[in-house]
């Protein structure tokens, strides 16, 4: 029973651009949502957060907006940098203290 | 202010050996969780502690899997008697109950195991 989806296994994005990683979920308990990027050979780094009674959380260059009707969320990236290819992987708490995670979704940021 | 490190960082073992890997959480963290990532998903929650008490168990934690955290600073994961299917990163997190932000975790490196 997978959880949180994220369908798109890879992005690819102009340098500069906007990059926005989607996410979709089917729990409706989900508390707070976490997004995190990771390096190859090393653990998931945590980016940003939002609560399950906010619609938008900013940090930077990285937004993300929670819509609960739809049951989505996405990071925004602006302005994309090389520095930002990754794996994207979103994440959900469901009242309990363990993170359900996505599949993950690659981002790369072509110069 | 060190993050969370991991030991071993890679590990390659036979079929049938037992392994054992440790986690050492960032240091004010009461908050110790494993999990286990392989190829192409996203990480899977095997187990959580709370300071010394092991708290939830995945039911992806068989009964050839323990865990310990017995000071409720590091924990140790043992997996006896690997097979072939146990080859993933093992991934140690770690959170700060009465910290602003309870629900971020903080992610170790991982460790690699390989089982041949």
């Known amino acids: 029973d997978q959880q949180v989806k994220q369908n798109s296994p890879s992005l690819s994005v102009q340098e500069g651009r906007i990059s926005i990683l989607n996410c979709d979920y089917t729990?409706?308990?989900?508390?707070?949502f976490l997004w995190y990027k990771k390096y190859p050979a090393e653990g998931p780094t945590f980016l940003i957060s939002?609560?399950?009674?906010?619609d938008k959380n900013e940090d930077g260059r990285f937004t993300v907006f929670l819509n609960k009707s739809a049951k989505h969320l996405s990071l925004h990236i602006v302005p994309s940098q090389p520095g930002d290819s990754a794996v994207y992987f979103c994440?959900?708490?469901?009242?309990?203290?363990?993170?359900?995670f996505g599949q993950g979704t690659r981002l790369t940021i072509n110069p | 202010d060190t993050g969370v490190s991991q030991d071993p960082r890679h590990k390659i073992t036979k079929r049938g050996q037992n392994v054992t890997f440790r986690c050492d959480p960032i240091?004010?963290?009461?908050?110790l969780y494993w999990y286990r990532q392989t190829l192409g998903q996203g990480p899977e929650f095997l187990t959580y502690?709370?300071?010394?008490?092991?708290?939830?168990k995945s039911r992806l934690l068989s009964d050839r899997f323990s865990a310990e955290r017995p000071k409720g600073s590091f924990s140790t994961l043992e997996i006896q008697r690997t097979e072939q299917g146990d080859s993933a990163m093992y991934l140690c997190?770690?959170?700060?109950?009465?910290?602003?932000?309870?629900?971020?975790?903080?992610f170790g490196p991982g460790t690699r195991l390989t089982v041949t």
């Open positions: 994440a959900a708490r469901p009242g309990a203290q363990k993170l359900v």
């Open positions: 939002i609560s399950s009674i906010k």
């Open positions: 997190a770690s959170s700060l109950e009465s910290g602003t932000r309870p629900y971020e975790q903080y």
């Open positions: 240091s004010e963290h009461n908050r």
């Open positions: 729990n409706s308990m989900f508390d707070y």
């Open positions: 502690f709370q300071n010394e008490a092991q708290l939830e």
